[in-house]
């Protein structure tokens, strides 16, 4: 793996540097230029556009047209798995090899795994060593790795968990699920659960997507929202999404933070907590993030920009200066925590796919993720650079484990990550009723510290390198028969 300095000047051309304020105010209260036909596209109306093209290309069966259009969504998603896979398939349809087999080997590279060999696509790249060699090796990917082990399970009748906390003090552990708004707590270091707080105990409580523990204040913090999957009471003039604060030891509610009403189109997720009681939220809808101050009535806007997709996990640095933010799409961003106005797109090594981020953790100047949305899903530590604004190498910790069943979130304790090795999304439909047995849901244990750097790949390269010249020497003497 390559592994470079990171410093604030390489990120010149990165930093967003916007006033949060401006970039948070809805469409409508947009400077009017924008809506003038002179303004570039915005990364949202670019996506729409190139699928559009892509589908029609693809309805048309115009293989050129269809690789262009994903050319350009490739570079709007540079992660997006499936952009890439479909740049191999079809460049190699083209006969454009070169470009099939760059594809294929950035993605051996960044340690995804596909089954080349039930894909009719690739068909004229089969002829070539290249591809014996490359699709061993991503095969290998797929196989199962790491030493995460198995610390409790949640039976299926708590039907989808999707949030953790820990309140090291007590060695309590919580569990928050969507389909029932429960919040369980473990009793005997996870050998059975029960129920601390639930929709009938808690006014406004419904699904649970994110948790923190404020041992200090004794608080634990519950991010709530109404979605289709809730099978509680859902009252039209009730938070559609809100912050809770709980007493840590009852459960009982000391105050409610509503970020929306009826039909607001807001959804809180993953929360963190600085040392001095801050709050930030970050909202999977709109998206944006929220602070809650400690002293504050309500929770305030606070980082926001047009181009965000998805956002997913949160982390704090040991100082509190810097939030990472998980965005499903477009990878990690990092924040000025302090209440400055910039961020910058978190610097990676070609060999990192970032996409599909849930679970995001800070762990002594690394940072832990959960990737769900890849294949092989998969958990990574990255070690940042000093002044923490990128990655300067990455160690492999689990892959593709039989447990493995969209792993989402976790919290850690120590170096020690607790997190849900499994999810029920996939296994419910809209309205939250199991479309086929509901699997209990184990909670998966792994010491991140024993993860080892991976070493430069320019080794792996000058070996895919050489059995690429000797292919093309191969096939250049046999054309001389």
């Not at 009719?120 to 290249?130: G, M, N, T, Y």
């Not at 399970?153 to 060695?171: F, I, K, N, R, V």
């Not at 309590?172 to 929709?199: C, E, H, N, Y």
């Not at 709109?286 to 956002?311: K, Q």
């Amino acid at each position: 793996m390559r592994k470079f300095a990171v410093s604030v000047m390489l990120f010149a051309g990165l930093v967003l540097a916007f006033p949060a304020a401006a970039q948070l105010l809805p469409e409508a209260q947009q400077p009017a230029a924008r809506a003038e036909s002179s303004q570039p596209l915005s990364q949202q109306q670019q996506m729409g556009l190139w699928i559009g093209k892509a589908a029609q290309a693809w309805q048309d069966k115009d293989t050129e047209n269809w690789v262009a259009a994903t050319e350009k969504l490739h570079e709007l998603r540079p992660f997006n798995q499936d952009f890439m896979r479909h740049l191999v398939e079809g460049n190699a349809e083209l006969g454009h090899l070169d470009k099939a087999f760059e594809m294929m080997l950035s993605m051996q590279q960044q340690g995804l795994t596909v089954d080349w060999d039930s894909i009719d696509a690739v068909e004229p790249l089969r002829e070539h060593r290249l591809y014996d060699y490359l699709n061993d090796l991503m095969t290998q990917a797929g196989q199962p790795f790491g030493n995460a082990e198995t610390w409790s399970t949640l039976p299926a009748e708590h039907a989808m968990p999707e949030a953790l906390a820990l309140d090291a003090g007590s060695g309590r552990m919580f569990a928050g699920t969507v389909q029932q708004g429960l919040i369980l707590v473990s009793d005997d270091d996870g050998k059975s659960w029960k129920r601390f707080a639930s929709p009938e105990t808690v006014d406004g409580l419904t699904s649970v997507f994110g948790m923190a523990v404020d041992a200090e204040r004794d608080h634990l913090w519950v991010a709530t929202g109404k979605v289709g999957q809730f099978q509680g009471k859902k009252e039209d003039d009730a938070a559609n999404s809100a912050l809770l604060r709980l007493d840590l030891k009852s459960g009982k509610l000391q105050k409610s933070y509503p970020v929306s009403v009826g039909s607001g189109r807001n959804l809180l997720g993953s929360l963190v907590v600085t040392a001095d009681g801050r709050v930030f939220a970050a909202d999977t809808q709109s998206p944006v993030i929220y602070r809650l101050d400690p002293d504050a009535d309500e929770v305030a806007l606070y980082f926001g920009h047009p181009n965000l997709t998805s956002l997913r996990g949160m982390a704090l640095n040991a100082d509190d200066s810097l939030l990472y933010v998980s965005d499903y799409e477009l990878g990690i961003m990092v924040i000025d925590a302090t209440g400055g106005q910039q961020a910058w797109q978190l610097a990676i090594p070609d060999e990192l796919n970032a996409g599909g981020i849930d679970g995001l953790f800070w762990w002594d100047n690394h940072l832990v993720v959960i990737q769900n949305a890849i294949a092989p899903q998969r958990l990574m530590r990255l070690t940042l650079g000093r002044d923490g604004l990128g990655v300067t190498s990455i160690a492999p910790l689990a892959a593709a484990l039989e447990e493995f069943d969209t792993p989402t979130f976790g919290v850690m304790d120590g170096p020690d990550l607790y997190f849900l090795a499994a999810s029920h999304w996939q296994h419910v439909d809209g309205k939250g009723k199991p479309v086929d047995d509901l699997p209990d849901v184990p909670i998966m244990k792994v010491d991140v510290s024993e993860a080892r750097d991976q070493p430069a790949s320019e080794e792996l390269l000058e070996r895919a390198r050489q059995s690429q010249a000797a292919s093309a020497a191969a096939e250049k003497e046999g054309g001389q028969d």
